[in-house]
């Protein structure tokens, strides 16, 4: 199977029932399928063919989809970009993936207009919603005769390239496959309860591998709903959609959820709590605390569950059980995923040991695009991947994060994990979010360690309270030397907080 099969499918089998809901339009499967065969008859006749790259810059919108699954069905490459990316950045990505096309929005015009003149390889340009000089409407591509032919396209063939962050040097393309896919939304419904009844809020960026294999593969290969959010801000109108659309399946990041438990109280908490309709929240893509973890359910009373991967597993690795879930850990690895903690020469380790965790199954990368060297740097050539996260299974077989290898800080030849001194300082009412990060002394080479924190709205952070809570929780060698308070954290799209940013703070 390729991903524009899953349409195809589900609008043979039910097709009136509705695929996605964008600004309280719905789309049924039949009305969607068409949409992506007429697309892809659109492409074909600009010249698209298997293997060609089509980049997406766009906000959360059924174009977005409808424009990867009918590079799907001619076997294209689709390259989502981040929409707070710069030109520079941009342009380097479309360079890298040779675009031969770019669909964005308006309102990224100008960033994606300026990239574009440093990319040879871009011939097509498409704006989501008008047109704007040498950038057509994006439905024009729907309005010719819709693609009729087969393209020789595999599960094993490559349907998207995500770029990483580029949070630690430059993004790399992560290349994952239908198959991958494929493999990732069955394996996550092997771990939880799902049927087409549900109905999924697509509130994260597409951009991100979680959202886009949580809520839209997943619920494809359901034949389910998706409600279309198109910004993760204000939170109001995602209320309200959850209540209107009786949202029943919320994935989110943990800042999210942090969000929704310190600003929605009183009356507005409990109204949501006694008419809420969603049974299952999903946390992922960032590490989730316990006090927010504890919080959000005992504000909502909805359960929350808390998993584990990352792009390069496209993304989904491990999860916990809605029954036999243990808070503080990532939960178990998904059924057809293998887990193991081993050391830098590969030895496995036992429980309760820390060390890197790699992963092997069919939801893992081919490898990163035209970087033989860091391919074979992360991929063993019988499939482990070596994801560069610190973690150690519990007796009962849990998976915990410790900590990312390259974010430990080492003091006089000792390991301190930055995760384990940020839920020491978690641990205080006033503290909202809390990032620590070690800072290398130049004079002599020795790392310090340093924490950030930001306020709950109306409270006032106690230094002094902090460093006693150190001193009472933490080897002294694990104590921060300094403690800033800051206004806001520094964060990506996806709000997951850039330690090197902090890092490079004077």
């Excluded at 939170?235 to 942090?258: E, G, N, S």
């Amino acid at each position: 199977m390729i991903l524009s099969d899953l349409i195809a499918a589900r609008a043979a089998e039910n097709p009136n029932d509705v695929a996605i809901v964008f600004r309280d339009q719905p789309i049924t499967y039949a009305e969607l399928h068409r949409r992506v065969l007429a697309c892809a008859g659109g492409l074909s006749a600009l010249g698209i063919r298997k293997g060609d790259a089509f980049a997406v810059l766009v906000r959360n919108s059924p174009e977005f989809i409808i424009l990867a699954m009918a590079l799907s069905v001619l076997g294209g490459v689709v390259v989502p970009i981040n929409f707070l990316e710069k030109p520079d950045r941009i342009a380097l990505i479309l360079n890298d993936a040779g675009a031969v096309g770019v669909l964005t929005g308006r309102e990224f015009y100008r960033h994606v207009a300026t990239a574009a003149k440093k990319v040879p390889t871009l011939k097509h340009f498409f704006l989501r919603e008008g047109e704007h000089k040498e950038f057509k409407e994006f439905s024009t591509l729907m309005t010719g005769a819709p693609y009729a032919g087969v393209a020789d396209v595999s599960s094993d063939d490559l349907m998207m390239l995500l770029y990483t962050s580029g949070t630690t040097g430059l993004p790399k393309g992560v290349m994952l496959t239908h198959g991958n896919f494929l493999s990732n939304a069955e394996q996550c419904r092997g771990a939880i309860r799902l049927d087409r009844k549900d109905r999924f809020l697509c509130l994260l960026p597409l951009f991100h591998s979680f959202s886009w294999t949580t809520c839209a593969v997943l619920p494809f290969e359901l034949g389910a709903t998706i409600v279309i959010i198109e910004s993760l801000l204000p939170f109001d109108p995602v209320i309200a959609a959850i209540w209107k659309h009786k949202i029943t399946l919320f994935v989110a990041v943990p800042q999210i959820y942090q969000a929704l438990s310190s600003k929605i109280r009183g009356a507005k908490a409990i109204i949501l709590r006694l008419l809420n309709p969603v049974r299952l929240c999903i946390s992922g893509a960032a590490p989730l605390a316990t006090k927010v973890h504890e919080n959000f359910e005992k504000t909502f009373g909805i359960k929350l569950l808390e998993g584990y991967g990352l792009t390069e597993c496209s993304p989904v690795a491990a999860m916990n059980p809605e029954k036999g879930r243990k808070i503080g850990t990532v939960g178990k690895p998904l059924p057809g995923v293998s887990i193991d903690i081993r050391d830098d020469e590969g030895k496995l380790f036992g429980q309760g040991e820390v060390g890197e965790i790699w992963i092997r199954g069919a939801n893992v990368m081919k490898g990163y695009f035209h970087k033989p060297k860091e391919t074979e740097e992360s991929l063993t050539p019988d499939g482990w991947l070596k994801t560069g996260d610190m973690g150690r299974f519990d007796t009962d077989g849990y998976l915990s994060i410790v900590d990312r290898k390259k974010d430990l800080i080492i003091i006089k030849g000792l390991n301190v994990y930055p995760g384990e001194v940020e839920a020491v300082i978690a641990a205080d009412d006033s503290v909202r979010e809390v990032a620590v990060v070690g800072k290398m002394d130049p004079e002599t080479s020795e790392e310090t360690i340093r924490a950030f924190v930001t306020a709950k709205e109306g409270r006032t952070i106690d230094k002094a309270r902090l460093f006693s809570l150190c001193r009472e929780n933490l080897a002294a060698y694990k104590r921060p030397r300094e403690i800033f308070i800051i206004n806001e954290m520094p964060k990506n799209a996806l709000q997951k907080i850039l330690k090197k940013e902090l890092r490079a703070r004077p």
